[in-house]
């Protein structure tokens, strides 16, 4: 089969590698009709996530048409139409049994290089480095589906790819992140990022019932969706001073809640120079590692610092005393989407969210290369890629 694969640092290639096999009774093997480049992809490509090797193929983001499954899956049949969620879950150990299934405890067979960083391992993740499970990601025409019966949703007949492909991530990514904010009636909750994940935070948002909803980015394509299609006002913070917008708008006392949608490229190697590198990177890039740290001085005392953009080691200067003194909450987790789908869908289903507004790129599995530099540097208005194996 086809798959896009990691060559180096800014580089991955369409390659010929062996089809995905049954490896487990509980496996499924899904022939991907439907593909998506995420912002986290984006953390493998550049080179900052430790453990990613030449050859892996990314995507986590994947949907299509289930046509092998093993001898022990009970609900996944061959020939059904499932969208695949991002965490690999087992479903049925101690923190599945709590419907944490981002901390699946056995789904990571790397699991001791997460415990190294990170005290204790999440889930296995497809397409995300070897830390991550190494497993095959699904930017590729088949992939291996474990644990199938508890990872995929069946979608109803009548529903397109693309209104159901972000069930995979980032709508419940985004859905989480708003429902973490506890929201209550007349909530102004401010998002950070108005990618992909902070686009579906703000929607989210209102589904969850907050009166405004304030999208803060610098890159105004975004920041237009965010106005024209999920209704939230704006900040560009190029041209305006956030701390003081935000007061201005919320009559001096802060948003209720915050939403960091950003992250920080990666800070999670145990390696000092790799840190230094993403410090750098940043650094010449813009003001990333400060969103965590401006979401907390922002938000109003006894509010909810929800984060949902990706942080994978240590951070620097994190004002502990804002968040200790102004009973701050901070709320955050690898969404666990198994948790999301079948209500997600049925809100899709219903008409109360068209998941299909921020696509801005259509294009070929070949064209993935090509499609991941145009999604690094926002050429051409992009904001998210669906790809077609
Ligand atoms: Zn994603
Ligand atoms: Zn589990």
Same mark, same amino acid.
């Given at each position: 089969?086809?798959?896009?694969?990691?060559v180096?640092?800014?580089?991955?290639?369409?390659?010929?590698?062996?089809?995905?096999?049954?490896?487990?009774?509980?496996?499924?093997i899904?022939?991907?009709?439907?593909?998506?480049?995420c912002?986290?992809?984006?953390?493998?490509?550049?080179?900052?996530?430790?453990?990613v090797?030449?050859?892996?193929?990314?995507?986590?983001?994947f949907?299509?048409?289930?046509?092998? &499954?093993?001898?022990?899956?009970?609900?996944v049949k061959k020939?059904d139409? &499932?969208?695949?969620?991002?965490?690999?879950?087992?479903?049925?150990?101690?923190?599945?049994?709590?419907q944490?299934?981002?901390c699946?405890?056995?789904?990571?067979?790397?699991?001791?290089?997460?415990e190294?960083?990170m005290?204790?391992?999440?889930?296995?993740?497809?397409?995300?480095?070897?830390?991550?499970?190494?497993?095959?990601?699904? +930017?590729?025409?088949?992939?291996?589906?474990?644990? %199938?019966? &508890?990872?995929?949703?069946?979608?109803?007949?009548?529903?397109?790819?693309? +209104?159901?492909?972000?069930?995979?991530?980032?709508?419940?990514t985004?859905?989480?992140?708003?429902?973490?904010?506890?929201?209550?009636?007349?909530?102004?909750?401010?998002?950070?990022?108005?990618?992909?994940?902070?686009?579906? $935070?703000? $929607?989210?948002?209102?589904?969850?019932?907050?009166?405004?909803?304030?999208?803060?980015?610098?890159?105004?394509?975004?920041?237009?969706?965010?106005?024209?299609?999920?209704?939230?006002e704006t900040?560009?913070?190029?041209?305006?001073?956030?701390?003081?917008t935000?007061?201005?708008?919320?009559?001096?006392?802060?948003p209720?809640?915050?939403?960091?949608?950003v992250g920080m490229?990666?800070?999670?190697?145990?390696?000092?120079f790799l840190?230094?590198?993403?410090?750098?990177?940043?650094?010449?890039?813009n003001?990333?590692?400060n969103?965590?740290?401006?979401?907390?001085?922002c938000?109003?005392?006894g509010?909810?610092?929800?984060v949902?953009?990706?942080?994978?080691?240590?951070?620097?200067?994190?004002p502990?005393?804002?968040?200790?003194?102004?009973?701050?909450?901070?709320?955050?987790?690898?969404?666990?989407?198994?948790?999301?789908m079948?209500?997600?869908?049925?809100?899709?289903?219903?008409?109360?969210?068209d998941?299909?507004?921020?696509?801005?790129?259509?294009?070929?599995?070949?064209?993935a290369? %090509?499609?991941?530099?145009?999604?690094?540097?926002?050429?051409?208005?992009?904001?998210?890629?669906?790809?077609?194996?």
């Amino acid at each position: 089969m086809r798959a896009n694969t990691f060559v180096s640092p800014g580089k991955t290639r369409v390659e010929r590698v062996p089809d995905p096999k049954i490896l487990n009774d509980q496996d499924a093997i899904v022939r991907i009709t439907s593909t998506a480049i995420c912002g986290s992809d984006l953390h493998l490509y550049n080179g900052f996530i430790p453990t990613v090797e030449p050859g892996d193929i990314f995507g986590h983001e994947f949907m299509g048409e289930v046509v092998e &499954v093993g001898k022990g899956t009970r609900k996944v049949k061959k020939g059904d139409r &499932v969208v695949v969620a991002f965490p690999i879950a087992c479903g049925s150990c101690y923190q599945c049994g709590r419907q944490m299934y981002s901390c699946c405890e056995n789904s990571n067979p790397n699991a001791w290089i997460a415990e190294k960083l990170m005290g204790h391992s999440p889930a296995g993740v497809f397409g995300y480095s070897h830390m991550m499970g190494g497993f095959a990601g699904g +930017q590729a025409e088949y992939a291996r589906v474990p644990f %199938a019966d &508890v990872g995929t949703i069946k979608v109803p007949d009548g529903m397109t790819d693309e +209104q159901v492909l972000f069930l995979s991530d980032i709508f419940p990514t985004g859905y989480m992140g708003a429902e973490m904010c506890d929201i209550k009636p007349g909530d102004v909750i401010a998002v950070w990022g108005c990618g992909p994940v902070g686009l579906f $935070a703000m $929607a989210s948002a209102y589904l969850l019932g907050a009166e405004r909803v304030i999208g803060i980015d610098r890159v105004e394509a975004r920041l237009r969706v965010a106005r024209e299609k999920v209704k939230a006002e704006t900040i560009n913070y190029e041209e305006h001073d956030v701390y003081r917008t935000l007061m201005e708008m919320t009559g001096g006392r802060g948003p209720d809640s915050v939403i960091d949608a950003v992250g920080m490229e990666a800070h999670g190697s145990t390696a000092m120079f790799l840190v230094d590198r993403v410090k750098q990177g940043l650094m010449l890039e813009n003001d990333r590692p400060n969103v965590l740290r401006d979401a907390i001085m922002c938000c109003r005392s006894g509010g909810t610092v929800s984060v949902v953009g990706v942080y994978s080691g240590l951070i620097d200067k994190f004002p502990m005393g804002s968040v200790m003194n102004r009973s701050l909450r901070i709320m955050t987790g690898q969404c666990h989407v198994q948790r999301y789908m079948k209500p997600l869908l049925e809100r899709i289903r219903k008409g109360e969210i068209d998941p299909t507004f921020l696509i801005t790129h259509r294009a070929n599995l070949d064209d993935a290369p %090509a499609m991941y530099r145009t999604f690094r540097d926002k050429q051409d208005e992009c904001i998210k890629v669906v790809l077609k194996p």
